[in-house]
C-alpha cells in the first residue's frame, strides 16, 4: 500500500484500484455489513452461498476486524468474487456517511474513484476519453449496491464531477449543455442528496429532475432528494416562431403563481439514449423554471441559499414508492397538516405533487428486475431554508428549538407524527414562496406582541409520518424508523424506558421554576391548553405524583416487557438530541482554544451507546464538552434531560397528550424571557456554518443491531 496524502491507494491483481481515507465510519455494523453483501450478491444474480464461502466473511473474523487495511481486504475479496461468477467488475460502497470525494481529487485526471471510505472501480479501460456517457451507464461501468445507505449519494457525485471535468463523456444529453463551472454538487445525509445548477437560458429544471431520476434509476437507488433554487426565466428576446416550428411550442398555462408572467421557453431537453424513455409528466413541462445560480456556500449535510428573497425558492423531492404502498405518500400527510385551510406555522408547505410510473425504465444491469410495482412520486414544496449551523446566536438558536417542537405539538393536534426529527429535517430561517421570512425579534417584542413572528423553524421530510390515536402509533403497525443519532433510547433499545427505573423522581421546582413576568402577562395566549402557569404545574404535580406512586409499587421490568410504541414523546426526545448535539458542536464567533478532544469523546460514547442510556454519557457531561461561552446552557439542557428521563411517560395514564411538549417549551420560553440572567449567552454570536466535526477513531466494526 502507497501513501498519498490523506488518501491511500492499493492495487488487486486483476487491476482494480482502490481507494480510502484515513477517516473510516464507526456506525457500520456487522449485519450491515452482512446486508450490503447480500444486495451486492442480489444484483449480480449470484447466490449467497457463492459469497459466505469466503473466508473473509466467516462470523468471527469479520466481529474482530478493525482498520483499513483489513476493510479493504474484505471488499476485495467480495469484489474478485463478484467478477469471478459475474465477469463483471462491481462498484461497491461501504462507507455510511460523510461527502463522497477526497480532498484535491483530480477528476480531470479520473482513473479512481476518490472515495471517503472504500471502493473499486473497474479498471481504466472504461474512463477513456472516447468513450461515450450513455455506454459508461449501459455497459454496467458504475454498478452500485442497490440498497446501500449511502453509496448512490457519494456515486452521483462522482459521476456528476466527471461529466464536469469531462465535457467528452456528456455526448448525446442535450440536458448538459451548462455554463462551465455551473454544475454544483453538496452531498447530504445518507438518504438523501442535493443538487444545486444554473441552466442556460431557456432551459427548464424538469430538465434535471428528468436526469437525476434517470441515473438514480440506473443507480437503482429507492429515494433521492434533490434541493432546486428555481427563479422565473429571464426574459429571453427570440423572434417569434415560424409555423413550421410554431405547432410544437408548448402553449400550456402556468400552474405556479410565481411564474405566471414568465415567456415560454424551449421544450425540455429529451434523452438520446434509446435504454430510457422518461417523460416529465405535463404539469412540468410546461413549467419555465431556471436555477438560481446565486449560493451563499457550500457545506456537507446542506447547501445554503443566498440571493434576492423577492425570488420564488422551491424545494422538490424525488422518491420511490411501491405502489401499494400508499401510506408511505408525502402528499397524503401534507394534505392532512393543512386540512381545513389551518396551515401549521414552521412546517413545509407542499406547492405541488405528482406521480408517475417508472415500468418504462429499464434496469441495464440485471433485465429481469423490473420496475411494475413502483412509481416515481415528486413533492414540490414552497420554501427552503438553511442548516441551524446557520444560527446567528444562541437566543436564535433556542426559539428554532421552541418552534420546532411547536411544530410537533401542532402535528399532534391534526393526528400526526413526524418520526424523523433529525439535524438534516429541522431548517432555520425559512424563506417562502412569497419571498417572505421570519422577522428578526427580540424575545421582549415577541412575547409583549409588538409584532407577529412567524416561526424561525422549517420542519421538512414527512415520509416516516404516520397517523397517530392517542398519542402513539397502532402497535400492530409500528416499525423502528428515524436517523439513529437522534432516535430516543427506548426506540433503539426495542424496550421502554431504560432510566426512569432508577427511581430518580425530580421535584416540580426543579423542572418548573417561576416564570417571568412578561410570560405570566401572556401565558394563555402562548399555551392555550392552559389559563395560568398555575395549571400547568398542577398537570406536572399529578404526573410526579403518579410517577412516585409507580416506584412505590413498581416491580422490575424485563427488557422488552411493553411493545415499542412510538409516541410523542420519542419525537420530543429527537428533537432534543438535535439541539443538544447542536449545542455540543457549535463554536461561538471568533472561538479559540477548542476542546476538539472531549468533544470527539462526547460524540464516540453517543454512538457506542446509542442504543442504551445515552443521556448517562453525554448529557450528564455536557458541560464538559460545550465550548466555554457556552456553558451556561448546561442547566438547560439538564433540566430537559430530567423531565424526559426521569418519568416514566409510557407507564403513566392517558393524559394529554403534548403535555411534555408543553413543559419544555415552557423551560426554553423562560430561559429566553429571562434577560436578566441571560442575556449574556443569549446574545452570543455564534460562527455561522461552522461546527466541529468528529474525527473518529480507527475500529469500524461493533457487535451490535441497531436500527440503520
Given at each position: 500500500m502507497t501513501s498519498t496524502g490523506r488518501r491511500a491507494e492499493l492495487k488487486t491483481d486483476e487491476g482494480a484500484v482502490c481507494a480510502i481515507?484515513?477517516?473510516?465510519?464507526?456506525?457500520?455494523t456487522v449485519d450491515s455489513f452482512i446486508r450490503r453483501a447480500k444486495f451486492v450478491a442480489e444484483d449480480y444474480n449470484i447466490p449467497w452461498s457463492k459469497i459466505t464461502s469466503l473466508p473473509e466473511l466467516k462470523s468471527t473474523n469479520l466481529r474482530t476486524m478493525t482498520g483499513e487495511q483489513a476493510t479493504v481486504d474484505l471488499i476485495n475479496a467480495i469484489s474478485k468474487r463478484v467478477q469471478k461468477l459475474s465477469g463483471k467488475w462491481p462498484l461497491i460502497h461501504w462507507g455510511s456517511f460523510g461527502p463522497g470525494f477526497a480532498p484535491g481529487g483530480d477528476f480531470k485526471k479520473c482513473k479512481i474513484l476518490p472515495d471517503y471510505r472504500a471502493s473499486v472501480v473497474l479498471n481504466d479501460s472504461v474512463t477513456t476519453a472516447t468513450t461515450p456517457w450513455q455506454e459508461l451507464v449501459s455497459t454496467g461501468a458504475y454498478e452500485s449496491v442497490g440498497s446501500s445507505d449511502s453509496g448512490q449519494p457519494q456515486m452521483l457525485h462522482y459521476l456528476l464531477e466527471l461529466l464536469r471535468y469531462r465535457p467528452e463523456l456528456r455526448e448525446g444529453f442535450a440536458i448538459l449543455r451548462l455554463r462551465s463551472g455551473s454544475l454544483r454538487f453538496a452531498s447530504a445525509n445518507a438518504c438523501s442528496i442535493f443538487v444545486t445548477t444554473e441552466c442556460a437560458a431557456g432551459?427548464?429544471?424538469?430538465?434535471?429532475?428528468?436526469?437525476?431520476?434517470?441515473?438514480?434509476?440506473?443507480?437503482?437507488?429507492?429515494n433521492s432528494m434533490i434541493e432546486l433554487i428555481v427563479r422565473p426565466a429571464p426574459t429571453v428576446s427570440t423572434p417569434p416562431p415560424t409555423p413550421s416550428t410554431s405547432t410544437n411550442v408548448s402553449t400550456a398555462t402556468h400552474t405556479s403563481t410565481n411564474v405566471s408572467a414568465a415567456p415560454p421557453t424551449a421544450a425540455p431537453p429529451t434523452f438520446t439514449n434509446p435504454r430510457y424513455r422518461l417523460q416529465p409528466p405535463p404539469s412540468i413541462q410546461s413549467t419555465s423554471y431556471v436555477f438560481d445560480a446565486t449560493i451563499a456556500r457550500h457545506r456537507p449535510g446542506r447547501a445554503t441559499f443566498g440571493g434576492s428573497n423577492t425570488d420564488g425558492k422551491y424545494f422538490c423531492k424525488l422518491s420511490w414508492q411501491d405502489k401499494e404502498d400508499s401510506h408511505r405518500s408525502e402528499r397524503v400527510f401534507y394534505d392532512a397538516a393543512s386540512a381545513g385551510g389551518d396551515k401549521i406555522p414552521g412546517l413545509a408547505r407542499m406547492n405541488k405533487a405528482w406521480t408517475y410510473d417508472t415500468s418504462v425504465l429499464d434496469n441495464?444491469?440485471?433485465?429481469?428486475?423490473?420496475?411494475?410495482?413502483?412509481?416515481?412520486?415528486?413533492?414540490?414544496?414552497?420554501?427552503?431554508?438553511?442548516?441551524?449551523?446557520?444560527?446567528?446566536?444562541?437566543?436564535?438558536?433556542?426559539?428554532v428549538m421552541h418552534d420546532t417542537i411547536d411544530v410537533s405539538r401542532r402535528l399532534a393536534f391534526k393526528h400526526l407524527m413526524h418520526r424523523d426529527f433529525s439535524a438534516g429535517n429541522v431548517l432555520c430561517d425559512p424563506v417562502y414562496e412569497d419571498g417572505k421570512q421570519p422577522t428578526s425579534l427580540t424575545c421582549a417584542e415577541a412575547v409583549t406582541g409588538t409584532q407577529n413572528p412567524s416561526p424561525r423553524c422549517l420542519v421538512i421530510d414527512l415520509d416516516h409520518a404516520k397517523l397517530i390515536q392517542g398519542g402513539s402509533t397502532d402497535p400492530a403497525k409500528f416499525e423502528v424508523t428515524g436517523t439513529p443519532l437522534y432516535m430516543s433510547s427506548e426506540l433503539l433499545s426495542d424496550a421502554e424506558e431504560l432510566v426512569w427505573l432508577k427511581g430518580l423522581v425530580p421535584t416540580l421546582e426543579e423542572l418548573l421554576p417561576p416564570i417571568p413576568e412578561i410570560l405570566s402577562d401572556r401565558f394563555e395566549q402562548m399555551f392555550p391548553e392552559y389559563k395560568t402557569f398555575d395549571d400547568l404545574q398542577t398537570a406536572l404535580q399529578r404526573v410526579l405524583d403518579q410517577t412516585a406512586e409507580l416506584f412505590k409499587n413498581r416491580k422490575e421490568v424485563e427488557r422488552g416487557d411493553l411493545p415499542p410504541i412510538h409516541t410523542l414523546r420519542h419525537d420530543l426526545e429527537s428533537i432534543f438530541w438535535v439541539f443538544s448535539i447542536f449545542f455540543a458542536s457549535a463554536l461561538p464567533k471568533d472561538a479559540a482554544n477548542v476542546p476538539q478532544e472531549k468533544f470527539d469523546n462526547f460524540m464516540v460514547a453517543m454512538h457506542k451507546n446509542i442504543e442504551r442510556e445515552k443521556w448517562v454519557q453525554s448529557v450528564s457531561d455536557i458541560k464538559k464538552v460545550l465550548h466555554p461561552q457556552l456553558e451556561a446552557l448546561a442547566p438547560l439542557l439538564h433540566q430537559i434531560s430530567s423531565l424526559l428521563f426521569f418519568i416514566p411517560w409510557c407507564r403513566l395514564p392517558v393524559g394529554p397528550a403534548t403535555l411534555a411538549h408543553d413543559l419544555v417549551r415552557c423551560m426554553l420560553l423562560t430561559f429566553l424571557y429571562d434577560d436578566e440572567h441571560n442575556s449574556k449567552i443569549l446574545e452570543t454570536e455564534l460562527a455561522m456554518g461552522v461546527a466541529r466535526k468528529l474525527h473518529p477513531p480507527t475500529p469500524i466494526f461493533r457487535n451490535t443491531t441497531t436500527t440503520s
Open positions: 481515507l484515513d477517516q473510516p465510519p464507526i456506525t457500520m432551459e427548464s429544471a424538469d430538465a434535471l429532475i428528468a436526469y437525476v431520476v434517470l441515473v438514480y434509476d440506473a443507480l437503482h437507488r429507492r441495464p444491469y440485471n433485465p429481469e428486475k423490473s420496475h411494475q410495482q413502483r412509481c416515481l412520486e415528486v413533492t414540490v414544496l414552497s420554501c427552503v431554508g438553511k442548516d441551524i449551523t446557520f444560527c446567528e446566536n444562541v437566543r436564535q438558536s433556542l426559539m
